[in-house]
């Protein structure tokens, strides 16, 4: 075998194992987060198991009466944070999915929908100056902002009545059920171009 041969195989070799050592190292990260999906997912399912129990001894509201609706939604809130009195920030949105939360809102900030979605949460009523804390109800007298289907579209799945909300640029996870903040991610959006 040449010198030059003995080069190029070497070379290949070395550019096989970069390309195997890069994809191993890929596969990590995408199971690494894979993994952070399924513990924040367990953590919102634990949270939904607490709520369906609450909601056990609870009678069912009469259906079309909003006062039994509200007092239902009321009753419920408080059967939920009287089983979560320690609940605090974090305890969903633990470091790890927050950090991955905001990765995946910054990709798609900046993807060709980024624009597209900045523009919807702009003419959606943006809320502003509230200062939410985890057990709080979301104050009633103040709008609900919806969150953009294609910002959604990259978020982790969420159970029944159980939603993501934007509140300036935190992403809260509201119980639609009990009217409840369940956690909160404070700067989850990417600051927009003019706040920078």
Same mark, same amino acid.
């Given at each position: 075998?040449?010198?030059?041969t ?8 070395l550019?096989?194992?970069?390309t +195997?050592? &890069?994809?191993?190292h ?9 993994? +952070?999906?399924?513990?924040f ?8 198991a ?6 056990a001894?609870?009678? +069912? ?36 999915i927050s ?8 990709? /798609?900030?900046?993807?060709? *929908?980024g624009?597209?979605?900045?523009? &919807? ?7 502003r ?6 057990n ?9 902002? &919806?969150?953009?289907? /294609?910002?959604?579209l990259?978020l ?8 993501? *909300?934007?509140?300036? *640029? ?10 409840l903040?369940?956690?909160l ?12």
């Open positions: 075998m040449s010198a030059l003995r080069v190029v195989v070497a070379g290949w070799l550019g096989t194992a970069f +195997v050592q &890069s994809a191993a890929q596969n990590d990260a995408v199971n690494q987060d894979s993994r +952070v999906i399924e513990d997912s367990k953590r919102v399912d634990d949270y939904a607490l709520r369906k129990r609450a909601q001894g609870l009678p +069912v509201p009469k259906q079309g009466s909003a006062a039994h609706i509200k007092q239902h939604q009321k009753s419920l809130e408080h059967k939920i944070r009287a089983e979560r009195p320690q609940a605090m920030q974090g305890d969903v949105f633990n470091p790890a950090a991955l939360l905001k990765k995946l809102m910054a990709a /798609t900030f900046e993807s060709s *929908r624009s597209e979605i900045r523009a &919807s949460l702009r003419h959606a009523e943006p809320v100056g509230l200062s939410l804390k985890v709080q109800a979301y104050p009633p007298a103040l709008a609900l902002q &919806s969150t953009p289907p /294609t910002l959604l990259d982790p799945r969420l159970p029944p009545d159980i939603e993501y *909300r934007i509140v300036g *640029r935190e992403l809260i996870l509201l119980d639609a059920a009990a009217n903040i369940v956690d991610l404070p700067d989850a959006l990417p600051a927009s171009p003019s706040e920078r």
